[in-house]
């Protein structure tokens, strides 16, 4: 169009309108409308413009000013403020932009896995909490989840919302418990930023240069280094090579080959099965089957007394991880999906015979896991009035050679690969002003606690140094009781992976850990108590982050043991108005002499210590307590608060 042959009020009528098309301040999407920016602090804030752009900053009276980099890049800081609004916020390069109620209170970072990504909706009394979730002063913001090979300077999504039920009810239970707690002690604005992505590993929350630092990460990121193609491209491909091998003849379910028999039917030979304890994951004691995800068989031969005969029978398996099928004598009797359900089948009169019995189950594992778990008590057999145990040996057999199968490029999935949500869920994050952060996470790291000492100081390290806002209070809560325990004491992995937790609140300042033992659910790795999780979080906050050192925080944590003949004593700090020992089913206090071999203890307050004895321990020298996966807590103090659980040896396994 020739502008020149236009009379002019038209002219100028094509240049306002044309106005926007040139204005190129923009913000990033966690400054908006509805945010909470962090008191009492310097507030930087940033976005993009066109290179050499000024911008304009008005906020409460003050007014800031910076120019574009040459990337287009703008960062300034506003002044400190005190709590209160809402306000107004301008931004104005070329065009102006206006954010309105903006609050000034306290921001929280909420990051982790599942237990963290856990809606209030799914919580224990999720409607009704969720019904009641009106808090014009508490807002929201959700990261969506997003797995980035390189730091990303804009976030896939999201925006601020005021806390109501709406906004509420698929948000993070713990943070919005914890969030809710902060403001109605402290009446002021509280904002949630919730990162998290369920079953992921903590080496993908952590930067690449803070991994780099730590010997066993360096390879998989010189790998990650090498590649030039994208996450997309590279799972594209993977899908195609997996889909072509499942139609392959390799691909196929051997256990199910046309014109074969079944590795259900009686007659097939396991002669060359490998075995495994049922209950119990397969991920976790199968070096054959770390990481494997798809259909294993499993087997078992029981004895039926003659009385049994044409019974019908019920079968009982406990839960499988993620579904089954299940045969008896070569028929199916039943299938399940979902992991936490309990399988009961029903067995006709017609298949059940004196003598031998085969038990088959084809178990097919979406990722994660896999096999049969539970308690031994929900796996048996019952007939004519006899139940017969089914934990045990079973023997197993994948359907198809693991080793055949094309590996993924990132086992697990994208999001756990190093660096990966870093990148694209926390980079994009800072330098936003925070309060602090919190944490639930490690359920995917328990087979590698010892790392985890290490790992998870370096990952906090690493966002501290990020967010230049010196030692940020950094709180987090310690794995929550789940699964079963042998009888006997027993190290297991996740007592492990508590231990490297609680060493982190230790030795880390200005951190702050909240037990959930007992918060825990032997049948879920999702318990639904996430109320008192962020209540005792909150509790946390109050000592670490608000300096309320008359708070008492946390449960009794032990300090020391002093031997006396055939007793220990056990020293401990927190002990509020005092401790308090609950009856438990089970006992959770283990001692061992110099021979290393535990047995459980009887204890007893005295005063301000605990002491134990045992029988057949003339001579104790180390104490364990709640050490497995979901011991009993029963030390407390009287504030209500749960003991850690902890050893004071470090033996080996």
């Not at 169009?1 to 913000?27: G, K, W």
């Not at 005792?536 to 300090?559: D, I, K, N, Q």
């Amino acid at each position: 169009m020739n502008f020149s042959s236009l009379p002019l009020p038209a002219f100028v009528a094509l240049a306002l309108l044309a106005a926007p098309a040139r204005a190129t301040v923009r913000l990033p999407r966690l400054v908006s409308s509805h945010m909470v920016l962090q008191r009492n602090v310097k507030l930087p804030l940033w976005g993009w413009a066109a290179p050499g752009e000024a911008v304009r900053i008005t906020f409460r009276g003050s007014k800031v000013q910076t120019k574009a980099g040459a990337d287009g890049r703008w960062t300034l800081s506003l002044p400190a403020q005190q709590a209160g609004g809402p306000f107004v916020l301008e931004v104005q390069g070329t065009n102006t932009i206006r954010l309105t109620d903006v609050l000034v209170g306290d921001v929280w970072l909420a990051s982790g896995q599942s237990n963290m990504e856990w809606p209030l909706r799914d919580a224990a009394r999720g409607p009704e909490e969720t019904a009641a979730a009106s808090y014009p002063t508490l807002r929201l913001f959700a990261v969506p989840n997003r797995a980035e090979h390189l730091p990303q300077a804009e976030l896939a999504g999201g925006e601020w919302q005021v806390c109501t039920p709406q906004s509420a009810a698929g948000f993070s239970a713990v943070a919005y418990f914890f969030g809710r707690d902060v403001q109605q002690q402290y009446k002021v604005p509280v904002g949630l930023i919730a990162a998290e992505w369920g079953g992921t590993v903590a080496e993908a929350w952590t930067s690449a240069e803070a991994l780099r630092q730590l010997p066993d990460f360096r390879a998989p990121l010189a790998l990650l280094s090498a590649q030039t193609s994208s996450f997309a491209d590279q799972e594209a491909a993977y899908a195609t090579r997996l889909r072509e091998w499942q139609q392959s003849p390799a691909g196929q379910d051997h256990g199910l080959l046309p014109g074969q028999p079944t590795w259900a039917d009686a007659a097939t030979s396991t002669a060359t099965w490998s075995t495994m304890q049922l209950p119990g994951l397969w991920e976790g004691q199968t070096p054959e089957l770390r990481d494997f995800d798809g259909i294993v068989w499993l087997r078992r031969e029981i004895m039926l007394p003659p009385t049994a005969a044409n019974q019908p029978l019920t079968l009982s398996l406990g839960q499988v991880d993620d579904q089954d099928s299940t045969f008896f004598n070569g028929v199916v009797v039943g299938g399940t999906r979902g992991y936490d359900k309990l399988r009961r089948y029903t067995v006709p009169a017609s298949l059940v015979r004196a003598g031998r019995n085969v038990v088959a189950v084809r178990v097919t594992d979406n990722g994660g896991g896999g096999g049969i778990w539970g308690k031994a008590a929900d796996m048996s057999a019952m007939v004519a009035g006899q139940a017969v145990p089914l934990a045990g040996a079973w023997y197993y057999r994948p359907a198809f050679d693991p080793a055949a199968r094309p590996r993924a490029p990132y086992p697990g999935g994208v999001q756990n690969t190093p660096t990966a949500l870093f990148n694209g869920m926390i980079a994009p994050l800072i330098p936003f002003a925070l309060k602090g952060v919190l944490w639930y996470q490690g359920e995917s790291n328990a087979d590698r606690a010892t790392q985890y000492r290490t790992l998870f100081p370096a990952l906090i390290q690493d966002w501290r140094a990020r967010w230049q806002q010196g030692p940020l209070p950094f709180l987090f809560v310690q794995l929550a009781g789940y699964m079963y325990d042998e009888a006997q004491p027993a190290t297991t992995a996740w007592a492990e992976l508590r231990e490297a937790q609680r060493f982190t609140s230790l030795s880390v300042p200005k951190t702050g850990m909240a037990v959930a033992l007992d918060l825990g659910n032997a049948d879920d790795i999702h318990p639904r108590n996430k109320l008192d999780v962020g209540h005792r979080l909150a509790l946390v906050a109050r000592r670490v982050a608000y300096g309320e050192t008359a708070v008492v925080a946390s449960g009794p944590t032990f300090e020391k043991l002093t031997t006396t003949g055939n007793r220990l004593t056990l020293t401990f700090g927190n002990t509020g108005r005092g401790l308090v020992l609950k009856p438990g089913a089970t006992p959770s206090f283990a001692v061992a002499g110099p021979d290393r071999h535990f047995v459980w203890a009887r204890a007893e307050v005295s005063g301000t210590t605990i002491v134990l004895q045992a029988d057949g321990v003339p001579n104790p020298v180390a104490v364990r307590y709640a050490w497995g996966n979901n011991r009993p807590a029963t030390l407390y103090n009287q504030e209500g608060l749960p003991a850690s659980p902890f050893r004071s040896d470090i033996w080996p396994r």
